[in-house]
């Protein structure tokens, strides 16, 4: 099965913003012009100055650090190449927002029933063959879609005939493991806005270098933390004893 890709050449986008239009179309939300990533925004074009853009969505990792933390694996990495969340198991503690290397998850704060939002890599179109809404809408080739092998090909290829033009270098071959999101840039990262000086191994394994220590740490707080909760309930029993009598003084002394 191939593992699908998308290609963004930061020196090719015009900053026309179709791509955003186009993923607000896909997935059903109210047209507007965004100004950054929030819940109705799953991509957003900004505006670095001197004729530079720059794409700003889910990188859908390879290895994703969302789904290594979440507690009820509501977050899917696909064998296609998407990252995707279910609504139906995520409990809302929003751990994929604060691991995620990128800063992309974002939460409908203003929902009676909110949800976790990011771009799915239009999940409901690659597995029916069809290239994402934003690679097929844009009108200079800015982002391709194709399987991620011909994509780093390509990507090489433009490095290697073309190297005065991408001062930044391809961005999300290696970072945290490796993206389905590969970016060459014009500038570097840090000057594009995006997270720099990102480690090469898989955020999941630097996680799991922290977690597996947990069964040495865990029994010795579980048991602080039980005494702390039965001290915490026999207080508040007790204040609930102790208001009750008084009360009970209170009423007898008014019968007098």
């Given amino acids: 099965m191939s593992v699908y890709s998308l290609l963004y050449d930061q020196t090719l986008c015009i900053g026309c913003k179709a791509c955003e239009q186009a993923c607000q179309s896909e997935h059903d939300q109210p047209p507007h012009e965004a100004t950054r990533l929030d819940a109705q925004s799953f991509n957003w074009v900004e505006d670095l100055g001197n004729d530079r853009f ?8 390879e290895d994703p650090t969302c789904a290594s933390v979440c507690p009820v694996g509501a977050f899917t990495k696909h064998d296609l ?4 969340w279910d609504p139906n198991l995520c409990m809302g503690c929003r751990y994929c927002m604060m691991a995620c290397p990128f800063q992309v998850p974002r939460y409908e704060w203003d929902s009676v029933n909110p949800r976790v939002r990011k771009c ?8 029916r063959g069809r290239p994402t809404a934003c690679a097929e809408v844009c009108p200079t080739g800015a982002t391709l879609f194709g399987r991620r092998e011909d994509l780093l090909a390509e990507a090489h290829r433009r490095l290697r005939e073309h190297p005065e033009r991408y001062n930044g270098g391809l961005y999300g071959e290696e970072e945290v493991g490796g993206t389905a999101v590969l970016m060459l840039l014009a500038a570097d990262p840090e000057k594009s806005h995006l997270p720099a000086n990102l480690p090469r191994q898989a955020m999941p394994m630097l996680t799991w270098q922290v977690l597996n220590k947990l069964p040495v740490i865990i029994a010795p707080w579980a048991t602080f933390l039980g005494g702390m909760m039965w001290l915490t309930d026999r207080k508040n029993e007790v204040a609930r ?7 009970g003084l209170h009423h007898k002394g008014e019968r007098s």
């Fill in 120 to 127: 799915d890599m239009c999940i409901h179109r690659v597995s």
């Fill in 241 to 247: 004893r102790e208001n009750g009598k008084t009360r």
């Fill in 54 to 61: 720059q794409r700003h969505f889910c990188m859908n990792c």
């Fill in 81 to 84: 190449g998407p990252v995707t």
